[in-house]
């Protein structure tokens, strides 16, 4: 990797896109440090409960959010909006149609998610601002003053949310790789120095035995890392075999090809559907007031569902693999592809055209879903067993985050090879 980052620098044009893509991260980093007025970022911080959606954002974000900065809703409200759309296209006609219109189908796709983007992070931000006055984290919440500091803290949090759409747009457009996932990327890398002082800081105030743990951290995360690359490339290749055909004096096909299926295609989507659900029951408490330490039946729902819990992993992991079924479902089709493959006289050896086909792919994808869904689940609540075995909490670098920066890095030198390739090939005049 760092091969491809030296090779890609010694190229003019690159080391510009290169250049103009840490840009934009600087402009992203530094708007999470401007302070939207009105707001008490010591009251925000009492609301960060272990478990709550409110935490879960704040890794996302790099701290935007408990900080109370511009960019506190961050790239989640494109992120929200995007799962919105891919779960639509599947309901309604003209969202399908759209997708399979093309690059142009694309276009249109994209201005959509972009509008209920907004919409969200208007919502958002208004239920944002209600939960902060509740708890009082707004300097004024009576009278006219009351009103300008809501107008404000609004209108600030959606802009700032339409602004990391736009630099997301122009590293897409002028930079290197995927603007969204590159904002997502810095804001997850961002917490790394925090995480290694609360670590640190964890360790030296425990036990001499406590000190074990620090190179046996730093060797789980190399591990996880090697694991996450080797299960993010991993795919089971079905052969296919294309028949000969005679069109004039020329012969097309008879050629060998596969039909990739990557272990991790769902990528980090089921994580956050049960991330945002497993949630749900500590945000709501939070609203009423109601904790872990708390007595009588919400008490015991609220311990229930906190990560100290066993049964919060248990049900943690089977919600990441029934996700990642129904992802993967929306996405892949196997009967579409055993029609295509008909079309253009491919089949899979062994299997006749049709039905034997579609079953035969239904067959190994439901396997390999349950291999990736399996490795998810694995990612995601090993944090959660670490922290119960060691008593070491708050690491923001957890299995999730870890997924995120390894395929957002993956994606990122591949887009760079490609580039170089396609600036080293040669043309047929030369």
Known sequence: MFQVFRNAWADINLRKKLLFTLLIVVIFRLGAQMFVPFIDPAGIKDLMGEGTI????DVMTGGAMSNGTLFAMSITPYINASIIIQLLAVAIPALERLRKEGEEGRKKLTVITKIVSLAIALFQSIAYYFMLRNNNAVRY???FDGIVAAVTIVACFVAGASLIIWLGDQISRHGIGNGISMILFAGIISRVPSMVINLFGQISADTAQN??????????????????????NAERRIPVQYAKRVVGRKMYGGQSNHIPIKVAMAGVMPIIFASSIMALPGTIGMFFGVTANSEGFWGGVMRFFSQSSVWYAIIYFFLIIAFN???IAMQYNPVQIANDLKK?????????????????IHNSLSKVTLVGAIFLGIIAIFPIIFAQLTGLTGLSLGGTTILIVVGVALETVRALESQMMMRHHKGFLE
């Not at 190179?215 to 996880?224: A, D, E, F, G, K």
């Not at 253009?344 to 035969?360: L, V």
Request: glycine share 8%; no cysteine; net charge neutral.
């Open 325 to 327: 079924y129904f992802y």
């Open 54 to 57: 409110l935490n879960y954002l």
């Open 344 to 360: 253009n006289n491919g089949a899979i050896p062994g299997y006749r055209p049709g039905k034997p086909t579609s079953d035969f």
């Open 141 to 143: 919440t009576e009278g």
């Open 211 to 232: 000190w074990v743990f620090v190179p046996l951290i730093l060797v789980i995360y190399v591990l996880m890392i090697a694991f996450v690359i080797l299960m993010t």
